[in-house]
């Protein structure tokens, strides 16, 4: 049973492009977490699929960040018009239910620099 | 609103020396979770514990042990006889109800293990 699988692991995108990040939850799970963690600081949270539905988006940016987790395929995160600001490790988290005393699996993250 | 602090920002140990990483939460619930990630140098984050709050307990899995204490509201992780392999940065983490997987992280604390 393969993990939660995200990629690219590196992404490097010049400011204006655009970034899309991928991820696979693990088999069976149907609920995914993204999370962003800026240099040398803590992972914070950003928002919370279940398939087809965005359940809690209230870490994510106002503008140029999107998120969906269609029927079929990974979740996407997307980053429209990237800026330097935007360079951080993205990790995805998936779970199979919404309990608390859930545990959530994470990927090895995207590393994702803003040149 | 919930808060994790994790105090320690770096912690140099020799090998084979004990070394405590300390973990202070905040929150108005009654029921929540406390979790330790591992993030080692390759940068994936790798599960260590999850304690519910009403089990106060200690907990101890081979050279590793977690001291919750609520009325401190504090969850410690001690790693005992240090090894160079234990060099990573260990973040703690809550999850409180109606909040399905989300977790709030404290900062990390970055350990190095040396010869």
Same mark, same amino acid.
């Not at chain 1, 049973?1 to 655009?18: I, T």
């Not at chain 1, 996407?76 to 490790?89: E, P, W």
């Not at chain 2, 090998?15 to 990630?37: G, N, P």
């Given at each position: 049973n393969a993990g939660v699988m995200q990629n690219p692991r590196h992404l490097v995108r010049r400011r204006g492009q655009e970034a899309r990040l991928r991820?696979?939850?693990?088999?069976? =799970?149907? =609920?995914?977490?993204?999370?962003?963690? !800026?240099?040398?600081?803590? !992972?914070?949270?950003?928002?919370? !699929?279940?398939?087809?539905? @965005? @359940?809690?988006?209230?870490?994510m940016p106002k503008e140029r960040f999107s998120a969906e987790f269609p029927k079929e395929g990974p979740s996407i995160l997307r980053i429209q018009q990237v800026v330097r600001g935007d360079s951080a490790a993205y990790f995805c988290a998936s779970s199979p239910w919404a309990t608390e005393n859930t545990e959530a699996f994470f990927g090895q993250g995207t590393r994702l620099t803003v040149v | 609103a919930q808060k994790v602090t994790q105090a320690q920002t770096e912690i140099s140990v020799v090998e084979k020396e004990d070394v405590t990483l300390d973990c202070v939460y905040e929150t108005r619930d009654t029921t929540y979770y406390l979790f330790w990630y591992k993030q080692p140098p390759s940068g994936e984050l790798v599960f260590l514990i999850r304690r519910n709050s009403f089990d106060e307990q200690n907990e101890i899995s081979g050279r590793y042990s977690w001291n919750f204490q609520k009325s401190t509201s504090s969850f410690n992780f001690t790693i005992t006889a240090s090894q160079v392999v234990d060099s990573a940065v260990y973040f703690c983490a809550l999850r409180i109800p109606g909040t399905a997987s989300k977790l709030t992280f404290g900062t990390g604390t970055r350990l190095q293990v040396t010869l």
């Amino acid at each position: 049973n393969a993990g939660v699988m995200q990629n690219p692991r590196h992404l490097v995108r010049r400011r204006g492009q655009e970034a899309r990040l991928r991820c696979s939850p693990m088999k069976g =799970h149907s =609920h995914v977490y993204w999370y962003r963690q !800026l240099p040398e600081e803590g !992972l914070k949270f950003m928002v919370y !699929l279940q398939k087809e539905n @965005i @359940i809690d988006e209230s870490g994510m940016p106002k503008e140029r960040f999107s998120a969906e987790f269609p029927k079929e395929g990974p979740s996407i995160l997307r980053i429209q018009q990237v800026v330097r600001g935007d360079s951080a490790a993205y990790f995805c988290a998936s779970s199979p239910w919404a309990t608390e005393n859930t545990e959530a699996f994470f990927g090895q993250g995207t590393r994702l620099t803003v040149v | 609103a919930q808060k994790v602090t994790q105090a320690q920002t770096e912690i140099s140990v020799v090998e084979k020396e004990d070394v405590t990483l300390d973990c202070v939460y905040e929150t108005r619930d009654t029921t929540y979770y406390l979790f330790w990630y591992k993030q080692p140098p390759s940068g994936e984050l790798v599960f260590l514990i999850r304690r519910n709050s009403f089990d106060e307990q200690n907990e101890i899995s081979g050279r590793y042990s977690w001291n919750f204490q609520k009325s401190t509201s504090s969850f410690n992780f001690t790693i005992t006889a240090s090894q160079v392999v234990d060099s990573a940065v260990y973040f703690c983490a809550l999850r409180i109800p109606g909040t399905a997987s989300k977790l709030t992280f404290g900062t990390g604390t970055r350990l190095q293990v040396t010869l």
